[in-house]
């Protein structure tokens, strides 16, 4: 069972940016693909980027070219540099394995609000 702490969220303008972290226990990043979801208010989570073993990267359309998955992994982080936030940004985010496990875990994530 992989384990995550999220951080980095907080208030920002829109236009602005955030780089969030992920520190994940144990070495995992050369067995499990990682990614970076979101929850809004009375919206379901989605799905915003992944991270591949091999260090392929995708994104969800909703923040290609804006958002950039990294990871380093001899500290077993992972970040997500967002940049040229929109108030539509505004979620808790979340970090977890690609796909989510089977049993439902999640981190308690860090709160992004974009507001001017």
């Known amino acids: 069972q992989v384990h995550v702490v999220e951080s980095g969220g907080g208030l920002v303008q829109p236009g602005g940016s955030l780089r969030l972290s992920c520190a994940a226990s144990g070495s995992i990043f050369s067995i499990n693909a990682m990614g970076w979801y979101r929850q809004a208010p009375g919206k379901q989570r989605e799905w915003l980027t992944i991270m591949s073993v091999g260090g392929g990267t995708n994104y969800a359309d909703s923040v290609k070219g804006r958002f950039t998955i990294s990871r380093d992994s001899a500290k077993n982080t992972i970040f997500l540099q967002m940049n040229s936030l929109k108030a539509e940004d505004t979620a808790v985010y979340y970090c977890?394995?690609?796909?989510?496990?089977?049993?439902?875990?999640w981190g308690q994530g860090t709160q992004v609000t974009v507001s001017s």
């Open positions: 977890n394995e690609f796909p989510p496990p089977l049993n439902g875990y």
